[in-house]
């Protein structure tokens, strides 16, 4: 890769992990967080062969960008997942690893800088290829329960008001019923169905099983961060509903 793609400032670092997408044109930007103790060694494990492992940008807490594979390529960043019906999601994406320790390693806040660079690089990304807002997504909203990431301290609704992807205002907690592990019935139903609609992987089949629970933590680690248990309460319940009907 002798040029990169993106008309930001931008450190190019051959990636070796990459091989042709399987669709003509990537229609989901994927957001992660590298997961590891610093960003040099997570930036050095993205590409190397033994990682089996790559993504098409990092971005360092300083907000400096590293291109590792060529956006017409399909990197190994989204690992087993689904959204909208559709399971190759590297073929459909383009990935952004984002330089944080993660839930592991302490889960510090995003800085400033980091995600002004993030929110530019996406909206330079969102200008050259068709993705729809709600296909701006963290890694757990494709794979909710094996990934947590970018996680609940990123800042959605910034992103948003810049102009990337999709939000609602969450609706405020409030006491109210509640659905949980152990649940059945048709509210359950219909709650599933709210979450297939917008594009989550789960079956629709009345029963609140570890499947649903996983996907309700996932909605709520994007788009209703204050409180993430995987319960779906009357304010999880109202944002998702809003989301669909801003569709």
């Known amino acids: 890769m002798e040029k990169a793609d993106t008309l930001c400032a931008c450190e190019i670092r051959q990636a070796v992990n990459f091989n042709d997408r399987l669709v003509a044109a990537p229609d989901i930007l994927l957001l992660h967080y590298t997961g590891m103790p610093d960003g040099e060694g997570a930036l050095n494990w993205l590409c190397v062969e033994e990682s089996q492992v790559s993504c098409h940008y990092l971005i360092h807490e300083d907000g400096s960008i590293v291109q590792m594979v060529p956006e017409a390529k399909r990197a190994w960043h989204a690992g087993k997942g689904s959204w909208r019906g559709n399971e190759d999601i590297n073929s459909r994406s383009i990935g952004i690893e984002i330089v944080n320790p993660g839930h592991e390693h302490g889960y510090p806040d995003f800085p400033d800088q980091q995600i002004e660079s993030v929110i530019t690089l996406c909206k330079d990304i969102l200008a050259r290829n068709a993705i ?24 959605w609704d910034v992103l948003h008001k810049n102009g990337v992807g999709h939000w609602v205002e969450p609706a405020v907690s409030q006491s109210g019923r509640f659905f949980a592990l152990g649940d059945s019935g048709q509210p359950v139903q219909a709650l599933q169905g709210l979450l297939a609609h917008y594009g989550y992987e789960v079956e629709v089949t009345g029963n609140f099983d570890e499947e649903t629970h996983k996907t309700v933590r996932a909605f709520q680690q994007h788009f209703r961060q204050k409180k993430v248990d995987g319960i779906a309460d009357v304010s999880t319940i109202e944002t998702l509903y809003n989301l669909n009907k801003a569709l």
């Open 132 to 155: 729809e807002a709600r296909n701006v997504l963290a890694h757990s909203d494709i794979a909710p329960g094996r990934k947590c990431d970018p996680g609940e301290k990123f800042p």
